[in-house]
């Protein structure tokens, strides 16, 4: 498994349960969230039902 930084968003969107761990699957919910959204943090996160700063550490601690 390649590492966080390794990996593009348009990679995490696609990964398969195979190579996808709990990190990586974070990562992957914020970014659909947020295309989701149309970039909107706060309404990306209210997709998920998760709070606004919640989804801004997700972002900044796997990347994007």
Avoid at 32 to 59: C, F, Q, S, V
């Amino acid at each position: 498994m390649k590492k966080k930084s390794d990996l593009t968003p348009q990679q995490i969107v696609r990964a398969t349960p195979k190579n996808l761990n709990i990190n990586t699957m974070k990562h992957k919910l914020a970014l659909e969230a947020l295309l989701a959204a149309d970039g909107n943090k706060k309404e990306a996160a209210k997709l998920l039902g998760i709070d606004r700063n919640t989804i801004a550490i997700w972002l900044k601690v796997y990347g994007f």
